[in-house]
């Protein structure tokens, strides 16, 4: 049964930073392209970043790129989100997910992911 958890949630001012983690089991970690989404009140889920099996490759959008990092540790079954520079505009529920496995490191829509956590509220005040 895979299992995925998100962890590093919190509240933080603007121009802060936070680290968030997601941990998966019930399956081999290093086969699947991982990505983090969020989705805030009222909008819908957008992908944040994504990265592939190895961590060779990354992608970000516009919105985060240069203020959010991702990684991942495939001994530890791991995933991170490194954010930095916060804004309000950050205030969401921030979701990790694995690929379906044959549809790429970094599908582009939500439907191509199979497995997601159950969410970790991240609130950036002004």
């Known amino acids: 049964q895979v299992k995925v958890v998100e962890s590093g949630g919190g509240l933080v001012q603007a121009g802060g930073s936070l680290r968030l983690s997601c941990t998966a089991s019930?399956?081999?970690?290093?086969?699947?392209?991982m990505a983090w989404f969020r989705q805030a009140p009222g909008k819908e889920r957008g992908k944040v970043s994504c990265?592939?099996?190895?961590?060779?490759?990354?992608w970000y959008p516009d919105s985060v790129k240069g203020r959010f990092t991702i990684s991942r540790d495939n001994a530890e079954n791991t995933l991170y989100l490194q954010m930095n520079s916060l804004a309000v505009e950050d205030t969401a529920i921030y979701y990790c997910?694995?690929?379906?496995?044959?549809?790429?490191?970094?599908?582009?829509?939500?439907?191509?992911?199979?497995?997601w956590g159950q969410g970790t509220l991240v609130t950036v005040s002004s």
């Open positions: 997910a694995a690929a379906r496995l044959g549809s790429g490191w970094c599908p582009v829509w939500s439907r191509e992911y199979t497995y």
């Open positions: 019930g399956l081999t970690f290093g086969d699947y392209g």
């Open positions: 990265i592939s099996g190895s961590g060779t490759n990354t």
